[in-house]
């Protein structure tokens, strides 16, 4: 069922709809420019900050660039002897640059001076254990006595000298790639993010070779000078991370920079007094640092990173050593620092016969199997025969897959990661490595496409996959020491340490020396300078990214901001929130407001409807017009009157087409029969006489009967005019049947045709009697002339029962007829030619030959019609009359036999039958609701019929009309 609604709770549904839908498309329009101006403002104040970072960073750069070229063409670089005058053009240098760490001079001697600015970074000051007081730091290292030595001097800001000390040092700038590079290159030279052996803090440096080739001058920027710039732009935890970073993905500064470390607490190794004594007379121990090999050992920013860092730093927690790490240098170079005694620990080494007699291995700390990385997965070492596998250079492994698969062609790398360049660029086929390292390169760089194998075939001892440390071949102290340490960090640190850094199932492990995976999806539409909606761990990010300049340096630079949606969409989503919750509040004062508001138009909705069931009810004189101040209402209703005034104007038109209706099938009926003709239209004048009659009468018999209004008395007059509609339906020569034997025609011929051949046929058979005999010609003429006047006779009794004036009981007569039809005579013709062919159908049989002796009055097959319809539809009337077998039986001596009238029971029922037919045709009329049709009939004993439609007053006053109209209306053919 349709629910439905008043118009008031429609109108004031329809208002709030609308006031809702207004309220949310003002706070869908606040929320879309609301967040389009945060996000613009966040992403000016993005643009601010990059703009100050490039500034920041271009400043260094071309000041540091600017600086080194023009210093590097001072006459006095050339003159080591000219120290003082050296000393004043740097000190100038980094008063107007305070950015610059140092600015320093390396010669091909290998001596090496610096002038250190101490204000530059408080790391510096605590490090070379300068006094608050001191400014300057001047450090020379020279060749003296033999020995390499380096003096630091100390000055405060009016380069007053406070201290000096001078301490032996491994330090050669010679070996520096800052120095290398200067001389390869000619130019001037940029580094990659290193750890400054001094500070052991991450720096960059810019070197320029001097005109002599022969010295190079060079200028120290700390990277925790731009960590700390971009922290003072507002970037921290909350806020999101700024970074900048190289096109590859690799760091080189961000606003959190400080290192990892592990928080939980280890207790303090128990030493031998040896041991004890052995470490207090040592200096700060050099470890290596390699620059990339996740997560083993690798520098972020230039900061030592990995699993190995960490534990080196545990041992240091537990046993007190003091360690400085040396990084910016590639393996090879760190096993050949090494090997010339200029480090102390070389630490991530795989022991194997080659480099077992480089120093003494500690106990091994980690095992780490090996794998290949390849663009197909389960590749393994045999099904490399005859390809190419990438390996890092001086990698301790090499010679033994040469032993086991000579058919492999090897291909050494500077580094894993570029071995797996090499894959993916299809310039080796496959990698070798120990498998954490190839998954951590493969997650931080996004190599997809290289597939992880760790099942290759590789036979190998078990020392090759175990990483130990290797000390000095005098330190057995170092080695114990290391020793027992690694034996005494608890199990539950080292798991630690492995789910920190050896993981399989984290894709990035801790202190990555990368940025996060968003940063580098930013990156490609970096060309856009806008912020950039992705996911982070899970979380929806913001990420701003723009390219930097980098003049020394040929490999893009980037600032990337990475921020939480949070926090740029915060506070105007609590803005949001606010007007969402006042419009509701507002909505929900209006509401109760809107329900009066409703009243001018639900008054006069309700009084239309008023008039408008007035209609309904046909009560249109008491139809009038509902003002109202909405215009639409009010043409609404002036419609309605108008309206009413039509459906007038449209009733009286169709009552008078219907009357013309109903009189032009009276017509038509009254005009069908000349003996009942003018009936059907004196029966209308008739009954309205005498209903009228009864009314105007004060008897008692009518005292209760009256006729009210117009629409009474018209319905009483269609009454009368199509109380013999039904007659439409029967044939008119059944009703105009004067005779027996006639149907469209008087078959009194066919039977006069007949005696007029046993006419012929008696003069035909005296004829030939008197031929055969002539002298009886007197008698054969006498019994014909009796015979013919025998036929006239007959044919003048047949004629006469035709006529059926006469009640023809008489059994005599019957049995004259039942004679004269015993009657033959020949018959010549075919009587089936010149049929229809629903007068064919009605013969039985086939046809019989010619001649054909027939009767003279003949009841055939022929002469039967059967019924094409039932008559069941009688008993759903109300109608019990007895209905013949056929619909007519045209049999000659049927007809004849006929005791009173013309009509055989069949035409009798046929024409009764038009009562039924008006019945039918009235009942299927679409009479209007108050209209009833109502079956008025005579008494049983009449067997009459006849309809009167009657108002719906009929029933209440017990069927006034049909008491009255009865004796006039019901059927009175003879």
Same mark, same amino acid.
């Given at each position: =069922?349709?629910? @439905?609604?008043?118009? @008031?709770?429609?109108?004031?549904?329809?208002?709030? !709809?609308v006031t809702l839908a207004v309220a949310l498309i003002a706070i869908s329009l606040q929320y879309y420019f609301g967040q389009r101006m945060a996000r613009d403002v966040a992403q000016e104040h993005y643009l601010q900050a990059s703009n100050s970072v490039v500034s920041q960073l271009s400043n260094m750069e071309k000041q540091g660039a600017n600086t080194i070229r023009l210093i590097s063409q001072l006459p006095a670089l050339l003159d080591s002897d000219q120290e003082l005058t050296i000393r004043q053009y740097f000190k100038r240098v980094l008063q107007?640059?305070? +950015?610059?760490? $140092?600015?320093?001079?390396?010669?091909?001697? $290998?001596?090496?001076?610096?002038?250190?600015?101490? *204000?530059?970074?408080?790391? +510096?000051?605590?490090t070379l254990n300068a006094h608050p007081s001191d400014r300057w730091v001047e450090m020379r290292v020279r060749q003296v006595d033999g020995e390499r030595t380096r003096q630091l001097q100390y000055y405060d800001s009016a380069f007053n000298l406070r201290w000096q000390h001078s301490e032996l040092s491994d330090y050669d700038p010679r070996q520096r790639p800052w120095y290398r590079e200067a001389q390869q290159r000619q130019t001037l030279y940029q580094t990659e993010p290193y750890l400054?052996?001094?500070?052991?803090? /991450?720096? =960059?440096?810019?070197?320029?070779?001097?005109?002599?080739?022969?010295?190079?001058v060079g200028i120290d920027l700390l990277l925790t000078t731009l960590s700390d710039f971009l922290q003072t732009q507002g970037f921290g935890t909350h806020s999101g991370h700024a970074y900048i970073f190289q096109q590859s993905g690799d760091l080189i500064a961000?606003?959190? %920079?400080?290192?990892? &470390?592990?928080?939980?607490? #280890?207790?303090?190794?128990?030493? &031998?007094?040896? *041991?004890?004594?052995? #470490?207090?007379?040592?200096?700060?121990?050099r470890v290596s640092n390699e620059l990339n090999w996740p997560p083993m050992d690798f520098a972020l920013e230039g900061q030592p990173r990995g699993y190995s860092i960490d534990l080196l730093h545990m041992i240091a927690q537990i046993t007190g050593m003091e360690m400085t790490f040396v990084n910016g240098l590639s393996w090879e170079q760190l096993v050949e620092r090494f090997q010339n005694n200029e480090l102390d620990i070389l630490h991530s080494v795989f022991l194997t016969d080659a480099n077992r007699h480089w120093g003494l291995a500690s106990t091994a700390y980690a095992t780490l199997p090996f794998a290949l990385a390849a663009k197909q997965d389960g590749v393994s070492l045999s099904q #490399?025969?005859?390809?190419?596998?990438?390996?890092?250079?001086?990698?301790?492994?090499?010679?033994i897959v040469q032993q086991q698969f000579p058919d492999i062609q090897i291909r050494q790398a500077e580094s894993t990661l570029e071995a797996m360049q090499w894959v993916q660029q299809g310039l080796a086929d496959a990698a070798l490595d120990n498998a954490v390292v190839l998954r951590t390169l493969k997650s931080s760089y996004y190599l997809n496409d290289i597939k992880i194998s760790n099942h290759i075939g590789l036979t190998v001892n078990e020392s090759l996959e175990q990483l130990v440390m290797l000390v000095q071949p005098e330190n057995t102290q170092l080695q114990r020491i290391l020793n027992k340490a690694i034996a005494a960090i608890p199990e539950q640190h080292l798991q630690t340490l492995k789910s920190r850094w050896l993981d399989p199932y984290n894709a990035h492990p801790a202190s990555s020396n990368r940025v996060p995976p968003a940063m580098l999806e930013a990156q490609a539409q970096v060309s856009q300078h806008a912020l950039v909606p992705l996911q982070h761990n899970g979380k929806p990010y913001y990420a701003y990214v723009r390219t930097l300049e980098n003049p020394a340096n040929s490999q893009h630079r980037y600032f990337g901001v990475l921020v939480p949606q949070a926090v740029v969409d915060g506070p105007f989503m609590q803005q949001v929130k606010i007007s969402i919750a006042i419009s509701a509040a507002i909505l929900a004062l209006i509401l109760p407001l809107s329900w009066a508001f409703a009243y001018p138009i639900v008054r006069p909705v309700r009084e239309l409807a008023a008039e408008n069931d007035k209609i309904r009810m046909h009560r249109e004189s008491h139809v009038k017009h509902v003002p109202s101040r909405i215009l639409e209402l009010d043409q609404l209703s002036e419609s309605i009157v108008q309206m009413v005034q039509t459906i007038k104007q449209q009733e009286q038109s169709q009552r008078d087409l219907l009357d013309a209706f109903i009189q032009l099938?009276?017509?038509?009926?009254?005009?069908?029969? /000349?003996?009942?003709?003018? %009936?059907?239209?004196?029966?209308?004048?008739?009954?309205?006489?005498?209903?009228?009659?009864?009314?105007?009468?004060?008897?008692? +018999?009518?005292?209760?009967?009256?006729?009210?209004?117009?629409?009474?008395w018209r319905e009483l007059r269609i009454a009368a005019w199509l109380h013999d509609c039904g007659k439409v339906t029967t044939p008119e020569y059944v009703v105009d049947k004067a005779t027996k034997l006639e149907t469209i025609h008087n078959r009194i011929h066919e039977i006069r045709t007949r005696f007029e051949v046993l006419w012929r046929d008696a003069e035909i058979t005296r004829l030939r009697q008197t031929l055969a005999n002539p002298e009886q010609q007197s008698l054969w003429q006498q019994q014909c002339d009796e015979k013919q006047q025998q036929l006239k006779d007959d044919f003048e009794f047949i004629a006469s029962c035709n006529i059926g004036g006469e009640y023809q009981d008489d059994a005599k007569q019957q049995q004259r007829l039942q004679q004269l039809a015993d009657t033959t005579w020949q018959r010549h013709f075919d009587d089936r030619l010149g049929l229809s062919i629903a007068e064919i159908k009605r013969f039985a049989g086939p046809a019989a030959d010619l001649p054909v002796t027939e009767p003279l009055l003949k009841d055939g097959p022929e002469h039967i019609i059967e019924r094409e319809h039932d008559l069941s539809y009688m008993e759903s009337l109300g109608i019990?009359?007895?209905? /013949? *077998?056929?619909?007519?039986?045209? $049999?000659? !001596?049927?007809?004849? =036999?006929?005791?009173?009238?013309?009509?055989?029971?069949?035409?009798?029922?046929?024409?009764?039958?038009?009562?039924?037919?008006?019945?039918? =045709?009235?009942? +299927?009329?679409?009479?209007?609701?108050?209209?009833?049709?109502? @079956?008025?009939?005579?008494?049983? &004993?009449?067997?009459?019929? &006849?309809?009167?439609?009657?108002?719906?007053?009929? @029933?209440?006053?017990?069927?006034?009309?049909?008491?009255?109209?009865w004796p006039l209306l019901t059927c009175s053919k003879p």
């Open positions: =069922m349709t629910l @439905r609604a008043g118009i @008031r709770l429609t109108t004031v549904s329809v208002f709030f !709809l107007q640059n305070p +950015a610059f760490y $140092g600015v320093y001079i390396g010669r091909d001697d $290998g001596y090496f001076y610096e002038l250190i600015n101490l *204000e530059t970074s408080e790391s +510096a000051r605590a400054f052996a001094q500070l052991q803090a /991450p720096g =960059m440096t810019l070197s320029q070779v001097l005109p002599d080739q022969q010295s190079v961000s606003s959190q %920079h400080g290192p990892a &470390t592990l928080s939980s607490y #280890l207790p303090t190794l128990v030493l &031998t007094d040896e *041991e004890q004594r052995w #470490l207090q007379q040592q200096d700060t121990l #490399l025969a005859g390809r190419s596998l990438a390996i890092p250079a001086g990698w301790s492994v090499i010679p099938i009276a017509d038509a009926i009254d005009q069908k029969s /000349p003996y009942t003709g003018g %009936h059907c239209a004196r029966v209308p004048e008739l009954a309205l006489l005498l209903v009228k009659a009864a009314d105007d009468s004060q008897d008692d +018999a009518f005292k209760d009967f009256s006729v009210e209004g117009r629409d009474a019990q009359i007895e209905a /013949p *077998e056929y619909l007519y039986n045209r $049999g000659e !001596l049927h007809n004849l =036999m006929i005791s009173r009238g013309t009509l055989t029971p069949e035409e009798r029922f046929k024409i009764n039958e038009h009562i039924i037919a008006t019945i039918r =045709m009235l009942e +299927a009329l679409p009479f209007p609701p108050s209209w009833h049709p109502f @079956r008025a009939t005579p008494p049983p &004993t009449t067997k009459k019929w &006849t309809v009167v439609v009657t108002h719906a007053s009929c @029933r209440r006053n017990n069927c006034r009309y049909q008491n009255v109209c």
